[in-house]
């Protein structure tokens, strides 16, 4: 355990020693000063973990000296030191920015007392650096850099997301999933104002329908069976901050209408309560579904959509964005590299080639675990076309039209409307107009297959 530097300010010698036996013992390194500007003047040119400074000094005060500390090194604690103990004292040495404070004398019975509340300081001084030094990563890696690509379609989508990040404007993420939806989410959110306070995601499918309520919106002690005590919900844990509210198209329509009312009134009622919290929240909400179809289908509220889509961000897939796809592997490698217990993992051209001519019907989340698995799996060539799977870079799924151009042209909207609808009846025929299964076939979500059949006026056989 590296011994820690603690720094003793004191005018008085005998106090001042005593201080240093006391902490010499527990192990630390100590050095001393006479006075507040000596203090400051070491404090400036060396590296301290702890500050002890006594309250009454000559000229500068403790108070002053842990002021001026507190301003230039926020993260350092300080403990003040006085031989005038009372509840007074206390709160104005607090209020100047120390972690606590300690009486004189320092008795024998009251030394284990002492060392406690050093290393408790310490400890302290440890996670609040450590917690600003995370939360500066953080800043860093959700730059809009960070969020690979460089194609035409992921361009557009960012200078939006730019523009968009730092107002209180909700805003409505949609795309295909594993497109990256909450990365962009996150980009929005440490991007903006509210940087420095929370983001809460929130899976509003994962949760089952019966305790989303209460995970939003928190609930009290006794509002229902199994509620001991009172919890707060992710709206209050998000105060000041941003809550993502991700797969937002799985909400039942009672929740929608309870979401409605805080995105009206800013406002909320914890499960039990009637009385009302105000939401200081930026909203920023997430769906792979087509929510257009869902209010068709009565399964979302019309109303919650307009509030939820001010700013309407999509995602591409990285179908539309396949230049990226070099881009993205090499960004994945890299990141699996930085393994020391993993060797440096290469790719050929070759293997490159077939990972960018795929697909990608799971974007870049199935890119990005194929990329994993095959670090783990190569040999020590690197990755070749050999170790792909058999499917990446197949034509199998590729429909090839053979039909050729007319001499005298043709409507290439109508011949385009009549190759879809032959190949929605053909993957409803094979599934026996099994809606989700002929999607799944057609990579296509339900809903917008459901549109697709409703606007060609398709039906089963009889």
């Known amino acids: 355990m590296p011994e820690n530097h603690i720094l003793i300010v004191d005018d008085e010698d005998l106090y001042r020693r005593a201080l240093e036996r006391i902490l010499r013992r527990q192990g630390h390194r100590i050095s001393s000063a006479c006075n507040g500007p000596e203090a400051l003047e070491f404090i400036a040119s060396e590296s301290v973990d702890l500050v002890l400074c006594d309250f009454k000094m000559p000229g500068m005060t403790g108070l002053e000296v842990i002021a001026q500390i507190h ?20 709160l104005e040495a607090l209020g100047a920015g120390a972690y606590w404070y300690l009486e004189k004398p320092f008795e024998q019975e009251r030394l284990d007392v ?5 290393d408790q300081a310490i400890e302290h001084g440890r996670l609040k650096s450590e917690n600003r030094r995370l939360k500066g990563e953080l800043l860093s890696r959700y730059q809009f850099d960070q969020i690979i690509g460089k194609s035409p379609a992921l361009e557009k989508m960012l200078s939006l997301v730019e523009k968009v990040a730092d107002t209180e404007s909700t805003v409505l993420i949609t795309g295909e999933s594993g497109t990256g939806k909450e990365l962009v989410a996150q980009a929005l959110h440490y991007n903006s104002r509210r940087a420095h306070q929370p983001l809460v995601t929130v899976n509003c499918g994962a949760i089952p329908e019966e305790l989303l309520e209460s995970e939003l919106f928190g609930h009290l002690r006794g509002a229902f069976t199994g509620a001991h005590q009172t919890r707060e919900g992710r709206f209050a844990r998000a105060e000041g901050g941003t809550i993502f509210l991700d797969e937002i198209g799985d909400m039942s329509p009672n929740l929608q209408v309870k979401l409605l009312r805080v995105l009206q009134e800013r406002s909320f009622e914890p499960v039990g309560s009637s009385k009302s ?14 929510l257009p179809g869902l209010i068709e289908e009565k399964l979302f509220r019309e109303d919650l959509y307009y509030r939820l889509n001010v700013v309407p961000v999509e995602v591409p897939p990285l179908r ?17 590299n930085g393994d020391p217990e993993r060797p440096e993992t ?31 799996l190569c040999g020590e060539e690197g990755i070749v076309p050999d170790d792909l799977p058999a499917e990446i870079g197949s034509t199998a799924s590729t429909v090839r039209v053979q039909q050729q151009l007319p001499p005298e042209g043709l409507s290439l909207s109508r011949a385009v409307e009549e190759l879809e609808r032959s190949l929605i009846s053909q993957a409803l025929d094979r599934t026996e107009w099994n809606k989700k299964q002929a999607a799944q076939l057609l990579d296509l979500n339900r809903t917008t297959l459901v549109e697709k059949i409703k606007k060609r006026e398709l039906a089963p056989p009889r």
Request: glycine share 6%; with cysteine.
């Open 71 to 90: 301003q230039s090194r926020p993260d350092l604690p300080c403990i003040i030191i006085t031989g005038f103990g009372s509840a007074e004292r206390s």
């Open 346 to 376: 290469r790719i050929s051209e070759a293997a490159l080639e077939r990972l960018s001519g795929h697909s990608w019907p799971g974007n870049v989340r199935e890119l990005e675990n194929l990329i994993e698995r095959m670090t783990i």
């Open 320 to 336: 539309d964005r396949t230049g990226d796809v070099p881009l993205l592997v090499r960004h994945f490698l890299n990141k699996g």
């Open 277 to 290: 919290q105000k939401a200081d929240v930026r909203v920023i909400a997430a769906t792979h579904q087509n």
């Open 114 to 118: 002492i060392r406690r509340l050093v």
